[in-house]
């Protein structure tokens, strides 16, 4: 079992930036390829960025991709997402998820995600 707690959120203006972290706990973290979702109200949950056991791999969304960078910390099993150039589009609530699979590669399937944290809000205002 892997409990994972999202920290991070809250409310910045479009242009802003936030950095959200997702701490894990319970099993050896690097075994666990990692991914940011998030969800808007009214629409399904969607995979915003993945990031490799190795740290080595990423992917982004077309709709994130340049403004945002996951990244993650084995030693302090920790995975972040930073965030830049905020638009209203982005508020949603951000879940980080577990999944195990390859050291070198993403999953991108939600399906593949077998830990789910309870996520932390972010909203974006014009």
């Known amino acids: 079992q892997v409990q994972l707690v999202e920290s991070g959120g809250g409310l910045v203006q479009a242009g802003g930036s936030l950095r959200l972290s997702c701490a894990a706990s319970?099993?050896?973290?690097?075994?666990?390829?990692m991914g940011w979702f998030r969800q808007a109200p009214g629409k399904e949950r969607e995979l915003a960025a993945a990031i490799s056991r190795s740290g080595g791999s990423t992917y982004y969304a077309d709709s994130v991709k340049g403004r945002f960078t996951i990244s993650r910390n084995n030693a302090k099993n920790t995975m972040y997402l930073q965030m830049n150039s905020l638009k209203r589009e982005d508020t949603a609530v951000y879940y980080c998820?577990?999944?195990?699979?390859?050291?070198?590669?993403?999953?991108?399937?939600?399906?593949?995600?077998?830990?789910w944290g309870q996520g932390t809000q972010v909203t974006v205002s014009s």
């Open positions: 998820a577990a999944g195990r699979g390859p050291y070198y590669s993403v999953q991108r399937e939600i399906n593949e995600y077998d830990y």
């Open positions: 319970g099993r050896t973290f690097s075994n666990y390829v």
